[in-house]
């Protein structure tokens, strides 16, 4: 990775609290970018809010929002709030997912299903509509959504997860589409595999540490999504 690879850029990042949020904001951070947590586990947030710090990244900035309940105001006035303290958006990383458990599409549930659409599809929406007319006006800007392998590859007991998932690849391919007027702005999908992230582990129990990558393995490819490097790249799903 080079460093300061994303110097002077301000990138928000979702589940930014632990797991894959977590590893991604003290990365960028790391690249030089002043990242902007948002999470909704105020002292896990917290927490890397001060290893940013230790380590002498830029100051990052910390925002407290449940996904899972956040209308159009929550999420405009998110954009506000950034953009007042910040003065600019670069980039923005979908990292924040619910899952529930694996069952049978007989004993999944309305509310499951809602649920999960609601933070792994209908929020990355919001949050990039909100944040589009700053993201159009900076001179390089990248969205990556974290996408899941489910969601190209539809299998037993993955139901509502799976779907919601499929959707997320969907709504970054129709963003990539639309933005092909902004040359400098871009979406795409990275698929991390398996992982050492909490939610792995609650998904795959059965897994050992060492069949999982640890997260430092792909940090790499999310700076460089991120980065100028990656530029002209839009509309691509990535495994990792």
Request: one cysteine or more.
């Amino acid at each position: 990775m080079t460093t300061q690879q994303l110097s002077g850029k301000v990138i928000v990042v979702t589940g930014a609290s632990q797991g894959l949020g977590a590893a991604v904001a003290r990365s960028y951070a790391a690249a030089g970018a002043t990242v902007v947590l948002v999470a909704r586990h105020q002292k896990k947030m917290e927490a890397v809010y001060d290893e940013i710090m230790a380590a002498g990244g830029p100051e990052p900035f910390a925002v407290r929002l449940d996904l899972l309940t956040a209308e159009e105001k929550e999420f405009d006035q998110l954009a506000v709030t950034v953009l007042e303290a910040a003065g600019r958006i670069d980039g923005i990383v979908h990292c924040a997912s619910y899952f529930y458990a694996l069952s049978p599409l007989m004993f999944q549930t309305v509310a499951e299903w809602v649920n999960q659409y609601r933070i792994n599809t209908v929020a990355p929406m919001a949050l990039t509509r909100a944040f589009l007319p700053a993201l159009q006006q900076a001179e390089d800007a990248s969205v990556l959504f974290v996408g899941e392998s489910h969601g190209a590859t539809p299998q037993a007991y993955w139901g509502g997860f799976g779907a919601s998932k499929a959707a997320l690849n969907y709504l970054a391919q129709v963003a990539a589409d639309e933005w092909q007027q902004y040359p400098q702005l871009r979406a795409n999908v990275l698929v991390p595999g398996a992982i050492n992230s909490p939610q792995r582990m609650k998904t795959h129990p059965g897994e050992t540490r060492g069949e999982r990558k640890e997260l430092a393995d792909i940090m790499p490819a999310f700076v460089y999504w991120m980065s100028r490097d990656s530029r002209g790249r839009s509309g691509e799903i990535v495994y990792l």
